[in-house]
């Protein structure tokens, strides 16, 4: 059986992240604490202020938009259950994050098969992407560029270039060598090269 | 530094995982190459990109109610609740008559997760489709929700113990689910097992249209 290293919660979470946790939760902590203890309404809050960039996460690394709403919806609830032995030494969103990693590499995509379902993306962008004024041609090339990735060198180039991981930590939360995330991201960016300029 | 050094470890010099002579070997190598300083760039620019691709995007839908409903789940089959809380539960639940409550509370004690239930119940397989065709039903989880609401609007019929029979044997039919689905987990394509998880949907549809159809006891 396939296992798979979960990201512990004394790892000091990447630049990016941690840069985003900072933003996004000041004044959260009492919600943490009311959804902690149960309270519903608290944790929908969090969802609110977060659901964004889990979904941005879940989206990049399963590169399927409905794969994607079901590992965002995952990555939620586990949160929910494990609120409990979130001690608040990072930031809730920081702990998310980890939480929505363990969920998207922890999927076994076999379990579900889903290959008829499975679209490409761009029928389907997010609201945020379709949308945007400035750069929505380079931003869309890219995100399908992605997504169309093999999936081993799409986690690595999306947790690594996108998230901000380096290989260290790209290789313990995957449970893969350091030099198979490196030889990964070199593919994945050779890929995306090729993709981008055809 | 010959150009073949140059582009096969591009990756490490850009993410500054070469030591400081390497770099500098890197470095001197570039100044004096326009093919490898275009190589450099080109996949410089590609990092770029990606360092600006929105952080946080919307998805298609909203996807709070899905969440709530589970974690609505979770909070009755093995969330806040110890176990003696939980079998107390059950029995209130039972003796207030709502069938649906204590069939959700009893599940908690068969250690059943929602989450391969809905997997199975959002993708199901063709041999499942066939079976369900086979008993007239069209679409799985709206006939059982609207069993278990003609079940609730009789359960005042119905005697605590044929209840609790009830609820017994749904138990054992969701358990029984619960193990094919693990199973399936590990086999997805075990037709013997396909056809086991769709005839215990036949056999808990089944029962829950007798119940609605029992006659008056209290």
């Not at chain 2, 770029?48 to 089959?77: F, G, K, M, N, Y």
């Not at chain 2, 054992?172 to 399936?184: F, N, P």
């Amino acid at each position: 059986m396939e296992t798979i290293a979960t990201f512990p919660t004394d790892v000091a979470p990447p630049v990016a992240v941690m840069t985003e946790a900072n933003s996004s939760d000041r004044g959260k902590s009492g919600l943490v604490e009311r959804a902690a203890a149960g309270d519903v309404e608290a944790f929908e809050e969090l969802y609110r202020a977060n659901v964004g960039r889990v979904y941005a996460l879940c989206l990049r690394m399963a590169g399927d938009p409905t794969l994607a709403e079901e590992l965002a919806q995952e990555a939620f609830v586990r949160a929910w259950q494990k609120l409990g032995s979130f001690r608040g030494a990072s930031a809730f969103s920081t702990w998310l994050h980890r939480v929505t990693v363990n969920v998207v590499l922890g999927h076994r995509r076999s379990t579900i098969r889903r290959e008829a379902r499975v679209r490409p993306l761009g029928d389907d962008l997010p609201r945020d992407v379709a949308g945007r004024e400035a750069g929505t041609a380079e931003s869309i090339d890219l995100e399908r560029a992605i997504s169309s990735l093999p999936d081993g060198a799409r986690k690595v180039f999306v947790l690594h270039d996108v998230e901000g991981f380096r290989h260290q930590e790209v290789s313990h939360v995957m449970g893969i060598a350091v030099g198979t995330s490196k030889a990964q991201l070199h593919r994945a960016r050779k890929l995306l090269r090729k993709a981008l300029t055809s | 530094m010959k150009c073949l050094d140059f582009t096969s470890r591009i990756d490490e010099y850009l993410d500054d995982q070469l030591r400081p002579e390497n770099a500098e070997a890197f470095r001197n190598h570039l100044a004096r190459c326009p093919t490898c300083a275009e190589e450099a760039d080109a996949v410089e620019g590609l990092r770029r990109r990606a360092a600006r691709l929105p952080q946080s995007l919307d998805p298609p839908q909203d996807l709070w109610p899905e969440i709530a409903t589970r974690i609505a789940a979770e909070r009755v089959v093995r969330g806040r609740f110890g176990r003696r809380a939980l079998m107390a539960a059950a029995a209130v639940a039972l003796i207030a008559g709502s069938v649906v409550t204590a069939y959700l509370v009893g599940r908690s004690q068969v250690g059943t997760t929602v989450e391969n239930r809905q997997i199975i119940e959002n993708d199901p397989s063709e041999i499942v489709l066939a079976s369900f065709q086979e008993l007239g039903v069209a679409d799985y989880l709206v006939t059982r929700s609207g069993l278990f609401g003609a079940l609730e609007v009789r359960s005042g019929d119905l005697s605590p113990e044929t209840l609790e029979v009830l609820m017994t044997n749904l138990k054992v039919i969701d358990d029984a689910m619960e193990k094919i689905a693990e199973a399936l987990e590990e086999e997805p394509d075990n037709e013997f097992l396909m056809k086991q998880l769709a005839a215990a949907y036949r056999r808990q549809i089944n029962l829950l249209e007798t119940a609605v159809q029992l006659p008056a006891e209290v």
